[in-house]
Nanobody, 127 residues
Framework: QVQLVESGGGLVQAGGSLRLSCAAS????????MGWFRQAPGKEREFVAA????????NYDDSVKDRFTISRDNAKNTVYLQMNSLNPEDTAAYYC????????????????????WGQGTQVTVSS
């Protein structure tokens, strides 16, 4: 079992940047494909970005492509989400997730295919 803790959220003006971190404990992160999801008030949780176990493959939702970058440091057991050019539509609680049921060079984009979730970190973008 793996425990995930997100950090790095906060309040930022439109056009600004934030870097979210997801620290894992319990098991080595390299065993898991990782993803970031977000949920705004009154909306369903939505996929943001995903990365394969080794970090060689990534996928992004179209709404964040070219603005967000997912990366991982397996030696530090941490996954990151660099968010640039933020806009108010990015306001949401952001969650990281870990999935074990995946081939080594594949990513997971469906929430129900992940096995573990963090508690979330709030990102608020002011206009």
């Amino acid at each position: 079992q793996v425990q995930l803790v997100e950090s790095g959220g906060g309040l930022v003006q439109a056009g600004g940047s934030l870097r979210l971190s997801c620290a894992a404990s319990g098991r080595t992160l390299s065993m898991y494909a990782m993803g970031w999801f977000r949920q705004a008030p009154g909306k369903e949780r939505e996929f943001v970005a995903a990365i394969s176990r080794s970090g060689t493959m990534t996928n992004y939702d179209d709404s964040v492509k070219d603005r967000f970058t997912i990366s991982r440091d397996n030696a530090k057991n941490t996954v990151y989400l660099q968010m640039n050019s933020l806009n108010p539509e990015d306001t949401a609680a952001y969650y990281c997730a870990a999935g074990a049921r995946v081939l080594p060079f594949s990513t997971i984009m469906k929430a129900d295919e992940y096995d573990y979730w963090g508690q979330g970190t709030q990102v608020t973008v002011s206009s």
